[in-house]
């Protein structure tokens, strides 16, 4: 972990107790995969990405908008907290391949399937194909986790932040050797079936109780 890194993990552990009131519902499952591992999320707001890094206690990557690397400062900022500039309408191979790269090494990944932040809190119904094709040439399990309440901490298209209770729910890692070793299903067919399962698992995660909603 460099120190530009921690001094951001740091940070958003701080604001994430005392503006989100954050905790993790089941924790244990953060730690159920070693090695490279994709975090597929919901995707709600802009305080996702440092949200779920909070939660691990390694460095994580994340995609980020490419626009947001255009000032010089937030270029070496975004850069040094292992942000990936993804360019949201046609994300480069480049990138993708860069992300592979980071997998096979035994890193983490969080990557929101949606694409976007949605307006409401709502999950779209389907994800995006990309996903699956990451997750073929990595060869890693899918871990997935859905957030509660960031959506009304920083709603999109608001610039203020308010405060309000967060909750990180965590899944079980999905192992998708099932698709990507079926010979009877295109490529095609084996990218969207593997973005579609992990749609719905994290669409199935849900609060205990009913704080953070």
């Known amino acids: 972990m460099t120190i530009w890194y921690w001094i951001g993990h740091s940070l958003s552990k701080i604001f994430a107790k005392l503006v989100c009131s954050y905790r993790v519902q089941n924790k244990e499952g953060l730690e159920t995969v070693e090695g490279g591992l994709l975090i597929a999320s ?25 626009t947001l690397f255009d000032h010089p400062v937030a270029n070496f900022i975004y850069r040094r907290v292992n942000a990936i500039p993804v360019n949201q309408e046609k994300p480069e191979l480049s990138i993708l391949k860069h992300v592979i790269g980071l997998l096979k090494k035994g890193e983490k990944v969080v990557i929101f399937p949606e694409g976007e932040r949605t307006l409401d809190g709502r999950m779209k119904e389907e994800g995006q194909p990309g996903i699956g094709m990451i997750v073929t040439k990595a060869n890693v399990p899918v871990l997935p986790v859905r957030l509660f309440g960031p959506e009304k901490a920083l709603p999109r298209g608001s610039g203020k932040i308010r405060r309000h209770p967060v909750t990180l729910v965590v ?43």
Not at 49 to 61: E, M, N, Q, S, T
Not at 185 to 196: D, F, N, P, R, V
């Open 42 to 66: 919901n995707h709600v707001s802009f305080l996702d990405p440092p949200l779920i890094g909070a939660a691990y206690r390694v460095p994580i990557f994340y995609f980020a908008r490419k």
């Open 171 to 213: 899944g079980e890692p999905i192992d998708f050797r099932d698709i990507v070793e079926d010979d009877s299903l295109s490529t095609k067919e084996k990218y969207q079936g593997i973005a579609t399962r992990i749609m719905s698992a994290i669409a199935a995660l849900e609060l205990k109780d009913s704080r953070g909603e």
